[in-house]
């Protein structure tokens, strides 16, 4: 259809979304490769935890991903995602209660102005 070519023609904020993916991508990358390397410290620093996992960061998010990445149970670029699903995810679910905060907000005035009166003070405004 013709209005598809709008959603994939290169506008500059088109180009900034990509410039931003790209950023995450890296530092995702990053993170999970220096996680990696001191996974891998741990493990010579003690052998036992190998099969133990009783470290703190072996019982991590990171530390169960990047295992199951090693025994071929997640792919790279699957543990990549679950990271930046990870990262970003606060920002999702907070969206979304301060959405239905402000729905609730709309039918009743008196408290949407006793919570705006409330945030002003503790703002110091």
């Known amino acids: 259809p013709a209005w598809l070519g709008c959603l994939t023609s290169r506008t500059a904020k088109h180009q900034q979304h990509l410039e931003a993916i790209k950023a995450l991508q890296s530092a995702t990358t990053t993170l999970i490769k220096q996680a990696a390397a001191y996974s891998k410290e741990i493990a ?3 052998p ?8 703190p960061f072996e019982s991590s998010f990171l530390g169960k991903l990047l295992s199951a990445q090693a025994s071929g149970q997640l792919s790279r670029n699957e543990v990549q995602q679950l ?7 606060g920002t999702d679910t907070s969206s979304v209660s301060l959405y239905y905060l402000m729905v609730e907000l709309q039918g009743n ?7 705006r009166d409330e945030v002003l003070a503790a703002a110091g405004a």
Not at 109 to 115: A, D, F, G, K, Q
């Open 48 to 55: 036992q935890a190998t099969t133990n996992s009783s470290l």
């Open 83 to 89: 990271v930046l699903e990870m990262l970003l995810a």
């Open 109 to 115: 005035r008196t408290l949407e102005y006793e919570l």
């Open 44 to 46: 010579k620093a003690t």
